[in-house]
């Protein structure tokens, strides 16, 4: 319940507090006195648009404060336990703005977003006025009305919430088909390509060692005819170096045995003799293993054609090559997983669009079953304001195609509100139907079966007795106090047969202060409040008798 309200620098408002009570709080004053600004406040502290056009001329900032009083387990306080913010006896909304733009929201001294008050406010406060009319015309919005009378809008969260979930997985499944598509032509290339380094077999060092034998290969008939020429002078021709070698060692033998300050010569020379005989056995070895077959050769260019193919194709040396396989190898395990993914995903998006169409023919089910008791709750309304014998229904769409292909985040329906004011008359849709009065009693009528289940407290009107007036203003006004005795009611109204039925009456006027013009707000009663109804039921001239005629309908009212 909104107990009272603040207002500072606001429009036409200089400074301005008003206490609301329980019951119906009337709001009346001239047309231009500014009633619609206070409620414009009530909306802008509860998370509504504002802008620096606001702020009253020559302040810098305006300031709004609500204060409410709300249930302890009520979803307000659970709200606030969510949003991390301290819950005290009351809530206290306050908002600034300022005229360069910026402004500020605090929720019971915490600073908080816009966002934060406007989720409080759908607990708090219902409004309805010619903004509201004209959602009321638009068929788009018929189905938020019919889930909020059935208690249906968790169920529609909640198949909103898995169609999304459903729409992630198939625009992720999307995504990844595309993947794949682009990867298939890379799939075959990355298996064809590490297909032909690894039947390459490469070795590192392996060309260095190729490229030696083929040298040797090549020169093996000078290799061989060196070698043998030098096998010859060393070892195997007569007079060779081992036959000189050996007949010098026999002559150094015989002077060591005169003169044996000689034995170190023969040493040496038995020594050397042993080193050219090794050499040149060694020599005869490397002869036998002296190989000229020209096949091999061949093979030994081949091998090397292709490193070199294989170098000037993947731009590098065998170590980079085989590191590039490498990462192929990679790349073409993360293909395969994703295709692995891509079933995963698949088997997901099927469990989810199963899951979301199994929620959504629920919610359907439940909304047909909701939509009957509206179209009887609201033609019970439309007849005790005065609209006997109308009709209205929920009229859903039928399905034209399969439930997968129309489904939405809303679920499967589209409905639209119809109405036959008239006896004989087809039932048609509201905005072609409905005059200005029949509106205001289908929208009250509307407002009264909903503030029966929607649980908020507190529900304004703004100028609901549009096209109104005589003995179904009188009725509206009963139905106003109706409603009042269960909710909190704050009405605007220009009719004194709705004004008389008020539990709290506030005069809205517009003064002039010294060289501004300022919008002022007072409680009336006793005479106060007779001589305001009796303006409203006579113009400027108020005579005797409609004072009398105001005191009627207040004792009526009251009896």
């Not at 209205?392 to 409905?415: A, Q, T």
Request: aromatic share 4%; with cysteine.
């Amino acid at each position: 319940m909104l107990l009272e309200l603040t207002i500072q620098d606001f429009a036409l408002i200089a400074n301005l507090k008003i206490s609301f009570g329980p019951g119906l709080n009337i709001l009346s004053g001239e047309t231009g006195a500014g009633k619609s600004i206070i409620i414009q406040a009530i909306q802008l502290v509860l998370g509504g648009r504002g802008g620096p056009h606001l702020v009253r001329t020559g302040k810098e900032e305006a300031r709004i404060e609500a204060y409410f009083e709300y249930p302890e387990d009520s979803r307000v306080a659970q709200k606030l336990t969510d949003m991390g913010i301290d819950k005290d006896e009351a809530l206290i909304i306050r908002r600034t703005v300022s005229r360069t733009g910026k402004g500020r929201v605090f929720i019971n001294g915490t600073a908080a977003t816009l966002q934060m008050a406007a989720q409080l406010a759908t607990e708090l406060i219902s409004i309805a006025g010619q903004h509201e009319y004209q959602i009321l015309l638009r068929p788009q919005n018929h189905l938020f009305l019919l889930d909020a009378f059935g208690g249906l809008t968790y169920l529609r969260l909640g198949v909103q919430k898995d169609y999304r979930k459903w729409q992630e997985l198939r625009e992720q499944r999307r995504q990844l088909i595309e993947q794949q598509n682009t990867a298939a032509a890379r799939k075959d290339l990355l298996t064809f390509q590490l297909q032909e380094i690894r039947k390459a077999n490469l070795r590192i060092g392996e060309e260095e060692e190729l490229i030696q034998e083929k040298s040797l290969l090549a020169s093996a008939e000078k290799l061989r005819e060196w070698a043998q020429r030098a096998y010859d002078l060393l070892y195997a021709s007569s007079g060779a170096a081992t036959e000189k070698l050996s007949e010098s060692r026999t002559l150094g033998q015989s002077l060591a045995g005169i003169d044996s300050s000689l034995a170190p010569l023969v040493e040496s020379l038995d020594a050397a003799f042993f080193q050219v005989e090794d050499i040149a056995l060694r020599l005869r070895d490397y002869l036998q293993k002296i190989n000229s077959d020209p096949g091999r050769l061949e093979t030994l260019e081949d091998r090397l054609q292709e490193l070199s193919r294989l170098k000037k194709k993947y731009d590098g040396d065998t170590q980079k090559i085989l590191a590039l396989s490498a990462e192929m190898e990679q790349e073409l395990a993360g293909i395969e997983e994703r295709q692995e993914e891509l079933a995963g995903i698949d088997a997901s998006a099927a469990r989810a669009e199963e899951e979301v169409i199994r929620r959504a023919l629920d919610l359907s089910a439940k909304r047909k079953a909701a939509a009957t008791q509206l179209a009887e709750a609201v033609c019970r309304e439309l007849e005790s304001l005065h609209m006997p014998r109308t009709r209205f229904m929920v009229d859903f769409s039928p399905l034209k195609e399969e439930v997968r292909d129309i489904l939405s985040e809303n679920g499967i329906d589209e409905v639209q509100f119809l109405i036959a004011p008239n006896i004989g008359e087809d039932l048609k849709p509201l905005a072609q139907i409905a005059s200005g009065g029949e509106l205001s009693r289908i929208t009250l009528a509307l407002k009264s079966v909903l503030a029966e289940r929607d649980g908020v407290e507190t529900t304004i009107f703004d100028e609901v007795d549009a096209g109104i007036g005589g003995a179904v203003a009188e009725v509206l006004g009963r139905k106003l106090g109706d409603l009042a005795g269960r909710h909190q009611v704050i009405c605007i109204t220009h009719l004194p047969q709705i004004a008389c039925f008020a539990d709290r009456h506030y005069g809205v006027d517009k003064v002039q202060k010294g060289s501004r013009t300022e919008t002022i707000v007072k409680e009336l009663s006793g005479e106060e409040r007779v001589e305001e109804i009796a303006r409203m039921l006579g113009g400027v001239e108020i005579s005797e008798k409609t004072r009398a005629h105001a005191r009627e309908m207040i004792e009526r009212r009251r009896r």
